[in-house]
């Protein structure tokens, strides 16, 4: 069998941490993420806005910081899981024999937060001189709602000063080399629309969801 990829390994290590709500193995993470910083050479600092809830920011320092950043955002927790309905036990990282990694968070997000540190790690080996600061961040608490995590974090004295001007966040996994690549709207029209019936994250499978009823108003 052939050895594997360092950062197949570094993706694996990432999800078998529980960040699992409601509650998340935030300290552990942040240890993992301590490591990588000190593989990518990135400055590490963490910033809890609320007691427990670490967001980690790696920085890494361009030729002219008086120009806007870029920002690489990603959450560290992940929604619940009930193993008796997986093949493989969900923090397992299990690799089949065909390359596939099931897990908990192996799509949301973790697989974007690692492909940020492994490009980021082959850029610098590569010699690139970065001309705007870059920096990566991992927040917690997205899953319910981000309220104590990137809603903190962005009134903060920190994130002002990082003077952001471009930013990359959640994405769709892709099994090619190409992504895709939505634009954020600055001005939405809102519309409420009532769908009762059971809550709940749609990898739960749940009976008379709520979520199912949503997605067919938008057909």
């Known amino acids: 069998m052939a050895e594997e990829h360092p950062s197949v390994t570094n993706f694996r290590n990432y ?7 409601p509650n998340p193995d935030y ?3 942040t240890q993992y993420l301590q490591g990588q910083a000190k593989e990518l050479g990135a400055e590490f600092q963490v910033v809890e806005c609320v007691p427990g809830k670490p967001i980690v920011v790696m920085t890494l320092r361009g030729r002219d910081p008086t120009l806007p950043s870029v920002l690489l955002n990603s959450h560290t927790d992940v929604v619940p899981a ?3 309905h997986w093949t493989y036990e969900p923090f397992s990282a299990h690799k089949a024999e065909n390359g596939n990694i099931y897990g908990r968070g192996t ?7 690692v492909q ?5 790690k082959r850029l610098r080996k590569d010699g690139v001189k970065f001309l705007r600061t870059v920096y990566l961040s991992f927040v917690p608490d997205e899953e319910i709602g981000g309220t104590d995590g990137m809603g903190k974090f962005i009134e903060t004295k920190i994130f002002k000063d990082m003077n952001v001007g471009f930013a990359l966040d959640e994405g769709l996994a892709s099994p090619t080399e190409k992504f895709r690549v939505f634009n954020g709207e600055r001005t939405p029209w ?3 629309i009532k769908c009762p019936g059971q809550p709940g ?11 199912v009823k949503l997605q067919e108003s938008y057909q």
């Open 27 to 29: 300290a552990t993470c």
């Open 15 to 21: 999800i078998r941490i529980k960040t699992v709500q």
């Open 190 to 192: 809102w519309i409420m």
């Open 116 to 120: 940020y540190l492994e490009a980021l």
């Open 107 to 113: 799509q949301d997000m973790k697989c974007v937060g």
């Open 201 to 211: 994250h749609g990898s739960q499978f749940l009976p008379n969801n709520s979520g």
């Open 82 to 84: 009930l193993p008796e």
